[in-house]
C-alpha cells in the first residue's frame, strides 16, 4: 500500500510560480514512476507531467512545457512539481500518482490507468 499527500497549492497571480509536493509512504518509492495530473472544475482529470524512478526521464502535456518542471528526491520519498509563469487555466486540483506494477518497463505516462495509488489532490488558484 502506498500513500500520497500533496501540498503546496494555493491561491497565486497569473504570472506568478508555486510548487507542489507529494510525500509518498514506502520503502520501494525509488523505484517507482511518479506522474502529476489536473483536474479543472467540471472537467476530466488530465496529463501534465511525469518523471521516471530514476529521475531521468520526464514528460510533459504540450500546455505546461517550459513552464512547469517534475523532479523527484528519492532520499525524501518525494515528488516536485515547479510551476512557473502561471495562467488561469492553470486553476485545477492537482493529484500525484504512482505507477506501482511493472517496475522499469515503458509505459504511457499520460494514461490514468497506468497508475495505481493516487494522492486525495491539492488545489491550485491562478487569478487574472
Known amino acids: 500500500q502506498v500513500q500520497l499527500v500533496e501540498s503546496g497549492g494555493g491561491l497565486v497571480q497569473a504570472g506568478g510560480s508555486l510548487r507542489l509536493s507529494c510525500a509518498a509512504s514506502?520503502?520501494?518509492?525509488?523505484?517507482?514512476?511518479m506522474g502529476w495530473f489536473r483536474q479543472p472544475p467540471g472537467k476530466e482529470r488530465r496529463f501534465v507531467a511525469a518523471?521516471?524512478?530514476?529521475?531521468?526521464?520526464?514528460a510533459y502535456a504540450d500546455s505546461v512545457k517550459g513552464r512547469f518542471t517534475i523532479s523527484r528526491d528519492n532520499a525524501k520519498n518525494t515528488v516536485y512539481l515547479q510551476m512557473n509563469s502561471l495562467k488561469p487555466e492553470d486553476t485545477a486540483v492537482y493529484y500525484c500518482?504512482?505507477?506501482?506494477?511493472?517496475?522499469?518497463?515503458?509505459?504511457?505516462?499520460?494514461?490514468?490507468?497506468?497508475?495505481?495509488?493516487w494522492g486525495q489532490g491539492t488545489q491550485v488558484a491562478v487569478s487574472s
Open positions: 514506502g520503502r520501494t518509492f525509488s523505484s517507482y514512476a
Open positions: 500518482a504512482a505507477r506501482t506494477r511493472d517496475l522499469y518497463s515503458d509505459y504511457e505516462p499520460w494514461n490514468l490507468g497506468a497508475y495505481d495509488y
Open positions: 518523471v521516471s524512478w530514476s529521475g531521468g526521464n520526464t
